[in-house]
């Protein structure tokens, strides 16, 4: 009888059967509600290495030019990536754009003008660049026109970059806490 209550009831590993008669001291692990999905975790820790790679390059007078064009080089591929792993989302926002709340709508042109601030940023880097395409063989002619097109939209991108994440603060929050608490043994309940 107590062995069709817990399939019935569906208790799952780490629930203790109170009911019935159950032994109480069995206890099997339950099921994290902390458990994300792999892709889940690869969003978040890609999103975290764009923000780290993009504070660093932005800091041009600690890092110089050698770290500063590798690393918009490096942005520019895992930015590819990123949006990548993301237009089946791309494509369904935008397809359901005007029917959706406002405040989708500003997540997405929010998201909008970062990736054409970004993309301009890092087109221009590489136009304007000193160290990493001439080290490759590659020159070209920088001007006025891309040096200042490339530091217009750097300082664009540097204030979308907190915009975007207000505005998707519970995916990032939620998705962090769940993640700390599973680095931490389910005890981290630093984030709240």
């Not at 359901?96 to 406002?102: D, E, N, P, W």
């Amino acid at each position: 009888m107590m062995v069709r209550g817990v399939f019935a009831r569906g208790l799952t590993d780490g629930e203790m059967d109170d009911i019935g008669g159950g032994d109480l001291t069995q206890v099997r692990p339950r099921p994290s509600r902390r458990q994300l999905p792999v892709g889940t975790r690869l969003d978040f820790w890609l999103d975290v290495v764009i923000l780290v790679s993009f504070i660093f390059a932005y800091s041009y007078g600690f890092t110089g030019d050698v770290i500063h064009e590798c690393l918009g080089l490096a942005l520019g591929l895992v930015l590819l990536v990123h949006l990548t792993l993301h237009w089946d989302w791309v494509v369904r926002i935008t397809r359901k754009l005007f029917g959706r709340r406002g405040h989708d709508r500003v997540i997405w042109l929010v998201n909008l003008a970062l990736l054409f601030s970004m993309t301009l940023c890092i087109v221009s880097g590489i136009v304007i660049s000193r160290v990493a395409l001439p080290s490759l063989g590659f020159f070209l002619a920088s001007n006025l026109f891309w040096n200042r097109l490339h530091l217009l939209t750097a300082e664009i991108t540097l204030g979308l970059v907190p915009v975007h994440a207000a505005l998707r603060w519970r995916w990032i929050a939620g998705v962090g806490r769940r993640i700390l608490a599973r680095r931490t043994g389910g005890r981290g309940q630093g984030l709240r």
